[in-house]
């Protein structure tokens, strides 16, 4: 557990530190104290009580970073260090990242701020934080030897700069980056805009998460922090579903999620029930004429997507990577397609082996959600979340926008499940079946072939001058 002397003791030393020789003495009479937080719940919305007012964001199974104002600057501390964050109930890693989870907490600030952030290393190697998409002076990008030497472990740096555009940001770990990155060194920065903004609209509520991934393989703890593409746990905030907190909102509430990518492939994010509308892009608000309304924005490796729409359905919505495998958790993907084969002899044979043995698959894979399937301690479902009508059959990057007229303002408290108006649910057809009739309609006609086939005969020639072979 962090304990507030054991960190001061360190600070006095930090205080000392050559680096921090650029900003004033008075800024670093003593550093504001790290506000840690322990919990993997959605925080409520941290309202501004100093600085200019704004909206603020939910962070999905996160929190925002309170700050302090010293003489009009808002002053952060981020502490980089080992947390063990909880990624659905029952299953925790141990990661790096910021005050005590990753992803750290969310950073928000007002357009023509002027921040400070001090960034305090106790991981057991150097580090530097990059803040992705900022215009800043050069020095403060947070780029290890390119910008900046790295921060050792148990020194402090302090970056500061003026948030000079509005818009969705994150940071992100720029020291031994790979290995800080698959660690879980990342967190989101949301630049408010100052007053009303003729490309910023207004809305109730205003969510944010990043996407990102990690290898841990079943029963242990630690990312494997080499893989580069086939990861098994696909995450929002470093959560996975069933873990994901649902997206509570008003019926006819203006919404709007914010979604930034730190993960190594895309992510076409699905939202159901809803059109919306990209309001904006790694380079701010979309102008007005180039929005279009999707139900599906992929965002790339390192971009940030703004996603604006009225709730005006009310429902449970499914909200998803439609990469059906992001949907999943760990799984091997060696393992064999067996729908329609019937292996239960084999099965009879293996289990006088094996007596444990499970033969999976024959029927698809969801069978598997309902088996009880012996797992490795801390490992998650492959495919979990039990819903109203039974399991949902999915993990990974999902979630579900709750849509409901009775939602107080501000409330973001889960409402349970949607009731369905009577006779407004899809339900089995009980009558007779009718023979199809299409199989009557169509025959050899319905598409002649063009000429009988005969043997083909095809002259093949090796592009290196090789002979010729009639096959
Ligand atoms: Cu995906």
Redesign the pocket.
Known sequence: MFNRRQFLRGAGAITAAASAAAVGKAALAALPEPVIQTGASTAPPLVPATGRPYNPVVTLNGWTLPWRMNQGVKEFHLVAEPVVREMMPGFKAHLWGYNGQSPGPTIEVVEGDRVRIFVTNRLPELTSVHWHGQRLPCGMDGVTGLTQPGIAPGKTFVYEFVARRPGTFMYHSHGDEMVQMAMGMMGMWITHPRGRHPLIDEVDRDFCFL?N?FDIDPGSYTPKVMTMLDFNL?CWNSRIFPGIDPLVVRHMDKVRIRIGNL?M?????HLHGHEFLVTGTDGGPTPKSARQHEITENIAVGQMRQLDFLADEEGDWAI????S???MNPMGHDVPTLIGVDHSGVARQITRLIPDYMAMGERGMKDMTEMEMPLPENTPPMMAGDGPFGSIGMG??MSVVKVRRGQPRGDYRDPGWYAHPPGTVAYEFTGELPAPARFQAEGPGAMPAVKPPHDVEVRARKPAGGHGAHH
């Open positions: 996407l991934a696909w993960t492939t895309s992510h076409p994010i998803h990577c439609h990469k495998h992001h949907t990974g990057m």
